[in-house]
């Protein structure tokens, strides 16, 4: 049987939204934060570890039909995430 390599938001990470509608990405040991866009926030809220990066392009593709994902900004943010640690790999 195939495992197919999904992700999702580190146990040591939280997405939040403040009052005045910012966006941001927490560490919940150390308390640093990026403060990140409202489509990385719902791409982050759905890395669930049982969606599939397609399913998930797919669904933002569908709330934000003006923006486009480019493959290389993905990349880029996705590898950021690994390297932070605010991302770990899972498989299904």
């Known amino acids: 049987?195939?495992?197919t390599i999904t992700l999702?938001?580190?146990e040591k990470w939280d997405?939040?939204?403040d009052f005045d509608g910012n966006y941001y990405?927490?560490?919940l040991e150390n308390?640093?934060?990026y403060?990140?866009?409202l489509m990385k926030f719902k791409?982050?809220?759905?890395?669930?570890g049982k969606r599939t990066l397609e399913e998930?392009?797919?669904i933002i593709a569908q709330n934000f039909p003006k923006n486009k994902i480019s493959d290389k900004n993905l990349g880029d943010f996705l590898e950021k995430g690994l390297r932070k640690g605010f991302l770990k790999k899972c498989f299904i």
């Open 8 to 10: 999702k938001l580190s």
């Open 25 to 27: 990405i927490l560490n």
């Open 31 to 33: 308390g640093d934060y």
């Open 35 to 37: 403060e990140i866009d």
């Open 43 to 48: 791409f982050l809220s759905l890395l669930d």
């Open 1 to 3: 049987m195939k495992s």
């Open 56 to 58: 998930i392009i797919n």
């Open 15 to 17: 997405i939040l939204e």
